[in-house]
């Protein structure tokens, strides 16, 4: 077993390291105007994430 992982390598990520969101939906505070509001609703997507692949040669 050792040495079927000794030619692997483990390969982490991470993505997002500065907390960005998307902005995926806006609820206006008002229907009769589409300026932006104060009472205007975000609908925010977090895109963090971390992965962790192991790559194995045999």
């Not at 079927?4 to 995926?24: A, E, H, M, R, T």
Request: aromatic share 6%.
């Amino acid at each position: 077993m050792s040495t079927f992982l000794k030619g692997g390598k483990v390969q982490p990520s991470v993505n997002n390291l500065f907390d960005k969101y998307s902005i995926v939906g806006v609820t206006p505070a008002s229907k009769m105007s589409s300026i932006a509001a104060a009472g205007d609703q975000l609908t925010l997507l977090p895109a963090r994430s971390v992965s962790l692949a192991l790559i194995v040669d045999f």
